[in-house]
């Protein structure tokens, strides 16, 4: 079983030409219950760590100071639009502290990535370290296989600028008052479609592509290092769609992968689409929402940053 993103309702080039110079592809990573090795690229599942290197532990001052959680890891291989790692390396590997307790606020994540050269690991570590307690369930991810699938994506709205930001504005704001005009009339009708919920940026697990800014508005992405902007590198997200992105909700396909055959039940109700198709990974980030992970493109060993939308 694979998953695909069905057409957009409309085509954002036909509507808005200078859309072109800004389109970017994004690789879903359709998240799905399964049984994933160390081998393969997954959330939840074994990493390929190996044998004998220390884990990762928190080292942020709190009172927590066990083991991070192994969140995912993407092999290259498998996600077109994972950039390149430093020197080489082609497996990126996320992990985050299993508490809220960093940061100014007290309340804030901890993540940290990790770039290897996969084919360095000889013997895997085994069995892999675990927290003892976590302080939100949202932290541990379901073990899930991914089917990796490129997207083509634009900016987020508020990124639009000049006669083009312009016109896309007018056009969506023009497309919400068409849709509180047909909920007036009938609560069942469909809304039409919008830039920002069926155009530009697809909701759920991806490598790539735009970020967007629903929470605090588009921030700065600059490195510290060296002032370049930075690129989006990962998202990770609470659903794999929202009640504005439905028309991103995939479908299934069938395939005769062997990372497909692996989904398990999960992907024979797909087509029902419950609440667990829709969190496959069972990972709430903030309050349901996404985190975006950033990359320097100038040096991939500069520190990433962090925004949680």
């Known amino acids: 079983m694979t998953f695909t993103t069905p057409p957009r ?6 509507l808005f ?30 990493l390929l760590w190996p044998a004998g290197e220390p884990w990762p532990v928190c080292d942020e001052p709190h009172r927590y100071s066990g083991p991070l959680l192994a969140v995912a890891q993407l092999y290259s291989r498998d996600v077109p639009d994972l950039a390149p ?44 370290p675990q927290p003892e307690r976590v302080g939100f369930d949202g932290y541990v991810p379901e073990p899930c296989v991914l089917h990796p699938e490129q997207v083509t994506e634009y900016p987020y709205i508020e990124l639009l600028t000049g006669e083009l930001g312009e016109r896309v504005e007018e056009w969506e704001d023009a497309q919400e008052e068409a849709a509180y005009e047909a909920e007036d009339e009938d609560e ?33 992405t600059d490195c510290r290092d060296c002032g370049h902007a930075m690129r989006l590198l990962l998202t990770v997200d609470s659903y794999e769609w929202r009640s504005d992105s439905e028309s991103w909700r995939p479908l299934p396909a069938e395939a005769g992968s062997e990372a497909g055959s692996e989904a398990g039940s999960e992907a024979g109700s797909e087509a029902g689409s419950g609440v667990d198709a829709n969190r496959p990974t069972g990972v709430a980030v903030g309050n349901f929402g996404k985190l975006n992970v950033f990359a320097c493109p100038r040096d991939p060993a500069h520190p990433h940053r962090f925004s949680v939308q």
């Open 17 to 46: 030409p200078g859309l072109a110079a800004h389109r970017a592809t994004a690789t879903r990573l359709h998240p799905r219950a399964g049984r994933p090795t160390a081998r393969d690229s997954h959330v939840g599942g074994p």
């Open 188 to 220: 069942t009708a469909a809304a039409p479609p919008t830039y920002q919920g069926d155009l530009s940026v697809a909701p759920g697990w991806k490598a790539g592509g735009h970020a967007a800014w629903n929470v605090t508005g588009p921030g700065s």
């Open 85 to 128: 790692g430093p020197d080489g390396c082609d497996l990126l590997q996320v992990f985050w502290c299993p508490f809220d307790l960093h940061g100014p606020t007290g309340y804030g994540m901890h993540v940290r990535l990790r770039w290897r050269r996969s084919a360095e690991v000889r013997e895997v570590s085994a069995p892999q």
């Open 9 to 14: 309702p409309l085509d954002a080039e036909a």
